[in-house]
């Protein structure tokens, strides 16, 4: 998938909840930002009219584009700039660590398993749920900022090697069963 816009924001569309939210802090996002573009990739069915809707009415035409399921998403993270994780409840978030594994900068709602995941500030932003100019903000200060969101993106990958990966979490087993023989 080739997106011709220099700065793409990816938000995960079946958590992007309530839809006005979303299109609120975007809409924030394209007043500073004109080329921006938002990709929602997710099942969202349900709130696919609701969101149609919001992007005609906030004249957001070519500039959100809706790709629904994807069977690989983590073959299209690389594409985006940001991944956005908007939703209310996430309790593992896996979507962010696929996010960070593709070494995209992270921004997301506070939430229990973004907020064990995330370092605010460090390695990501998180923010309030259903506070949409926190959102903008957020991801207008990653666009004003390519080092940091270069940062996010660097720290990102780096977290998951150690944390999440299947050989990091084997070193720790590893060195878990040491400490407990040595002591």
């Given amino acids: 998938m080739q997106i011709e816009y220099p700065l793409p924001v990816f938000v995960d569309a079946k958590y ?7 299109s609120t802090a975007f809409s924030a996002l394209v007043r500073s930002v004109p080329d921006a573009v938002l990709v929602l990739v997710g099942e ?26 994807q069977e690989d998403p983590e073959k299209i993270y ?18 962010v660590i696929e996010s960070m594994a593709a070494g995209v ?22 923010v ?16 004003r900022h390519p080092k940091i969101m270069d940062s996010y993106g660097k720290l990102d990958r780096s977290w998951v ?6 050989d990091g979490y084997m070193e720790r087993l590893e060195g878990h069963y040491t400490m407990l023989l040595e002591g």
């Fill in 16 to 22: 992007c909840a309530p839809p006005v939210y979303c």
């Fill in 128 to 143: 309030n749920i259903e506070d949409d100019s926190a959102m903008s903000s957020a991801l207008l200060h990653l666009y």
């Fill in 78 to 95: 690389p594409a985006f700039d940001v991944f956005v994780l908007s939703s209310g409840p996430e309790p593992y978030g896996r979507v």
């Fill in 161 to 166: 090697e150690e944390n999440a990966s299947f």
């Fill in 105 to 126: 900068p992270v921004i997301s709602t506070i939430d229990e398993g973004p907020r064990e995941i995330i370092k605010d500030g460090v390695t990501g932003s998180l």
């Fill in 44 to 69: 969202a069915e349900p709130l696919c009219e609701e969101v149609r809707q919001l992007i005609k009415e906030r004249s957001l035409e070519g500039r959100v584009f809706i790709l629904g399921f």
